[in-house]
């Protein structure tokens, strides 16, 4: 059973992020500030969820959050940072967009660039364990998959609308037969050896 917050003595935000290991398309990042005798059954990591539970499980954050909020950072700034900075630069964008500042931050992960006036904790894995991390992994993941879908409709050869810009098969192959959209992340790799790997593994390469 996951744990409501870090600690109780200050206003916690749990903190995390969607989209870090994709070739296109923004990081996105929640911050969610539960009420103390907040319950969902099925809260949890939203990568152990269904779509639909995820869907299911939004409204109700949304709806009974003490605050939350969603921001992105997208792909040219991706590679002007890198990566690791888009994501903690997209988790200090939604901490800055609560209706109500937290006191405390429980960041999912093992590192983070301290905010400047907000203490912090980072936990390995954490959104399997409170879930003021857990609830912002679900609307990180939902309100980015939810914007891939839209701007998979201009580039439906890469078929976002079902890999939202992670490295799949088709993603990778798509990309290297059409080239890169203005979504994508010019530094990510997309000729990875490990493609001919999952060819073969697939059945689409000879072995």
Excluded at 81 to 103: G, K, R, T
Excluded at 145 to 162: A, H, K, R, S, V
Aim: net charge neutral; charged share 20%.
């Amino acid at each position: 059973m996951l744990l409501n917050c870090y600690q109780q003595e200050l206003l916690e935000a749990g903190c995390d992020e969607a989209g870090r290991g994709c070739l296109a398309g923004p990081v996105f990042a929640a911050a969610v500030i539960l009420p103390k005798d907040f319950v969902a059954g099925e809260l949890n990591d939203s990568k152990k969820l269904s779509h639909n539970q995820r869907k299911a499980l939004r409204s109700i954050i949304e709806k009974e959050a003490i605050a939350w909020a969603v921001a992105a950072v997208d792909n040219v700034e991706i590679d002007k940072i890198n990566i690791l900075n888009a994501s903690f630069l997209a988790m200090h964008l939604a901490v800055e967009q609560l209706s109500i500042q937290p006191q405390y931050l429980s960041i999912d992960g093992n590192r983070f660039k301290a905010h400047p006036h907000i203490p912090h904790v980072c936990v390995i894995k954490g959104d399997g364990k409170y879930l003021n991390i857990a609830a912002a992994s679900i609307l990180a993941k939902t309100h980015r998959d939810e914007y891939m879908c839209t701007i998979g409709q201009e580039f439906p050869m890469y078929d976002w609308q079902q890999n939202k810009g992670y490295p799949t098969i088709m993603h990778r192959t798509a990309t290297l037969t059409h080239g890169f959209t203005p979504y994508h992340r010019k530094t990510f790799s997309v000729s990875n050896p490990q493609l001919d790997l999952f060819l073969k593994i697939d059945g689409l390469a000879e072995i």
